[in-house]
């Protein structure tokens, strides 16, 4: 929803704070209500240069969830820490910063315009507070005059409790969602899921001409973990397996726990060919990895893999699920503790 007031002398702050709540409460998706508020903050105040911090509460830093003007490129991968420059200032505190002068302002850090390439004058800082909690900051830099008026902070500040209402709305559906697709052992994606992933991939490479493989694995005798350590080790054995599986792979790879002790990672823009050498690297990584050695309990896994791609080895969704199973319990009937593809491609030896 696109927010098509403007600020002007006949304009109220009540009507204009009405439309904006109308467009933040319109969407739950968190990249749509980023959106709102870019399309928000460019139309009631026209800034040049402008940043939205979002806070990562993993590290106590600040980063740029938006960066709109000359600076935005180079901004995109900086960070700041919680207390650091005005906007991490204004983060810690909670209160609003307007700066006519940021290089005569102590709390204003100058490296940011060296990294960035751009000559910083004025900043206006307001906080993204929802349940007590700052989630970030609005900054806009070298503003208008217009800014020295209070009413025109107070109108800014509210919005920013609007967004920040907002945005703790769209995360808290975002982690229902992801709820329903993340499997609560391992850590990754669920069966359930998978099939959506593998639809999606089908899409895309009929759509483009494309490709993408599957690697289909069974964990060799997981039983007896179960059986000498117990169901609680070989609960945590499987999600550390997941982060064997997960540092081996792309970011646009999936990895997703089938059921029990099978898994299966989804290859985007991948041949057979390329989707065994995956899978070569996966068993080599499994087999290199002593588990719970801290507990002295020196757990090694082996694990028998099956490789298909689609459309070199099969149509539908179906076929190549069917064909990678089919190819993963050819090696586990066999040798065990090998790769072997849809079309008999063996390896089980470095």
């Known amino acids: 929803m696109t927010v098509k007031t403007e600020i002007n002398e006949t304009d109220g702050a009540l009507k204009i704070l009405r439309e904006v709540g109308k467009a933040l409460t319109s969407t739950l998706e ?3 209500v980023l959106g709102v508020i870019m399309d928000m903050i460019a139309t009631l105040y026209k800034p040049s240069d402008w940043s939205l911090l979002m806070v990562d509460e993993d590290t106590n830093e600040l980063y740029f969830a938006v960066a ?4 935005a490129e180079n901004l995109m991968d900086l960070r700041l820490k919680i207390g650091e420059g005005v906007a991490g200032w204004v983060a810690m505190h909670g209160e609003p910063v307007v700066i006519t002068d940021a290089y005569r302002d102590e709390r204003f850090a100058k490296w940011v315009d060296g990294d960035s390439g751009f000559k910083t004058d004025s900043i206006v800082c307001v906080p993204l507070i929802s349940k007590g909690r ?3 900051v609005i900054e806009l830099v070298n503003f208008s005059s217009s800014f020295k008026e209070r009413e025109r902070l107070e109108l ?10 907002a945005i703790e709305n769209a995360r808290y559906v975002n982690r229902v969602k992801e709820l329903t697709i993340i499997d609560d052992c391992t850590g990754l994606y669920n069966a359930r899921h998978m099939h959506d992933l593998i639809d999606a991939e089908i899409s895309r490479a009929n759509r483009e001409g494309g490709n993408f493989s599957l690697v289909f694995l069974d964990l060799d005798h997981f039983k007896e973990v179960n059986d000498t350590s117990g169901h609680l080790v070989g609960s945590r054995l499987l999600a550390e397996i997941g982060k064997v599986l997960k540092s ?3 970011a646009m790879d999936w990895a997703v726990r089938y059921g029990g002790d ?3 990672v989804i290859l985007p823009h ?3 060919d390329q989707a065994m050498i995956v899978a070569r690297r996966l068993r080599k990584a499994l087999n290199e990895t002593t588990f719970f050695t801290r507990e002295e309990l020196n757990i090694k896994v082996t694990a028998s893999f099956g490789v298909a791609s689609y459309p070199e080895d099969a149509g539908t969704k179906e ?3 069917k064909l990678s199973d089919q190819a993963m319990y050819k090696v586990k009937d066999t040798t065990r503790d090998g790769v072997r593809s849809a079309a008999g491609e063996t390896f089980a030896d470095d």
């Not at 709109?68 to 600076?71: E, F, I, P, S």
């Open 30 to 32: 968190l990249d749509s």
């Open 68 to 71: 709109v003007g000359k600076a």
């Open 134 to 136: 700052t989630m970030g």
């Open 156 to 165: 800014l500040e509210a919005m920013a409790d609007f967004a920040a209402i």
């Open 248 to 250: 081996q792979l792309r």
């Open 262 to 264: 099978e898994f299966v």
């Open 270 to 272: 991948t041949n057979r």
């Open 319 to 321: 076929e190549i699920l």
